[in-house]
């Protein structure tokens, strides 16, 4: 799949790592000149635009007056800018209120390639038997189905997209709950322990412990002597 076009250059950090942390693959613009000089032959993707200056709207109507108009489009603006949005429905397919959170970009933008035809193939992370179908959220381990939780799938998800690399209950708490969820370590635990119980004995070490750290998915990326 072609790249997303991404609005301002460079954008705005939470922007930036909720694109990476959806596995978005994206290129930053800074006007219309510099999307059709950097447009891929195939076309944009979609578009991610962030209205933090006028010249977000100018973008977005320069990008749907082309002969491909450029789709989906999803507008990122802040609470008081809703009213901005009043007649301008043609510009953008949908929009969400800052500041950004990763699953909620994640899912609007997966759900608006669902509605213009471009989510066709499912999107699946593989790591030795298990198997996500990030479309579906549904989950196998050596071709048998896992009965997951919404959270289960999601904090697994999040842990196999990121193999090999280790993470404080903190940071899994602010990664996967959200940073406005206010639960403690013990939330990402008891997910663990559950996870661990239905991948079953022989994939449970999956997901390692690492002392006084956190979590890994998989194996370390460091091997000693290296």
């Known amino acids: 799949m072609e790249p997303l076009l991404v609005y301002p250059d460079p954008p705005p950090i939470e922007v930036t790592e909720a694109l990476q942390i959806a596995g978005l693959d994206a290129v930053a613009v800074s006007s219309a000149d510099e999307a059709m000089a950097k447009g891929p032959e195939e076309g944009w993707t979609g578009a991610v635009i962030s209205a933090v200056d006028d010249g977000a709207m ?13 789709e989906p ?23 969400l209120i800052s500041p950004v959170r990763a699953r909620e970009l994640e899912t609007r933008v997966r759900h608006l390639f669902w509605k213009t035809g471009r989510g066709t193939h499912p999107d699946l992370v593989e790591y030795g038997p298990l198997i996500l179908n990030i479309e579906t959220y549904q989950a196998v381990v050596d071709n048998e189905p896992l009965d997951l939780t919404y959270m289960e799938y999601e904090l697994l998800k999040f842990l196999a997209t990121h193999p090999g690399k280790v993470f404080s209950r903190e940071v899994l708490l602010s ?49 000693p002597g290296d």
């Open 58 to 70: 100018a973008l977005c109507r320069a990008l749907r007056r082309r002969d491909d108009p450029v």
């Open 73 to 95: 489009l999803l507008l990122i603006i802040s609470y008081d800018q809703i009213e901005d949005l009043e007649l301008r429905d043609e510009l953008y397919d949908d929009f």
């Open 175 to 223: 990664r996967v709950w959200g940073y406005d969820y206010y639960g403690g370590a013990r939330t990402v635990d008891v997910h663990i322990r559950r996870l661990r119980a239905k991948l079953g004995e022989g994939h449970a070490s999956l997901i390692q412990t690492v002392r006084s750290v956190g979590y890994r998915f998989g194996q370390s990326r460091w091997i």
